[in-house]
Nanobody, 129 residues
Framework: QWQLVESGGGLVQPGGSLRLSCAAS????????TGWFRQAPGKEHEGVSC????????YYADSVKGRFTISRDNAKNTMYLQMNSLKPEDTAVYHC??????????????????????WGQGTQVTVSS
């Protein structure tokens, strides 16, 4: 059974950093395009960053470009999202996702959340002073 478990969220002050982790089980993470989506209160899900399975091509939403970095540790079957220079508008529940059929990571990150193949339960990130 495929499972994704996120961790690493929490409360951080503006300008601070967090690293989110997504541990996969039941399948090999780097065989698929994967990414991070987030949902802020009262808003739709937003694709934050996605990474391809083939060559590690990455995509970042304009709102996080230059501040967030997506990566994978294949030995640990885990994906990460390093978040620096956090802003209050980054406050959201962050979900890791799998887009099994996506070869284009920009398209994957712009796909409606419910159309993706698998996602975790999410981890809360709150940026506040």
């Amino acid at each position: 059974q495929w499972q994704l478990v996120e961790s690493g969220g929490g409360l951080v002050q503006p300008g601070g950093s967090l690293r989110l982790s997504c541990a996969a089980s039941g399948f090999t993470l780097d065989n698929y395009a994967t990414g991070w989506f987030r949902q802020a209160p009262g808003k739709e899900h937003e694709g934050v960053s996605c990474i391809s399975s083939s060559d590690g091509t990455t995509y970042y939403a304009d709102s996080v470009k230059g501040r967030f970095t997506i990566s994978r540790d294949n030995a640990k079957n885990t994906m990460y999202l390093q978040m620096n220079s956090l802003k209050p508008e980054d406050t959201a529940v962050y979900h890791c996702v799998v887009g099994a059929l996506y070869s284009n990571v920009q398209n994957m990150c712009r796909t409606p959340f419910g159309a993706l193949d698998y996602w975790g339960q999410g981890t809360q990130v709150t940026v506040s002073s």
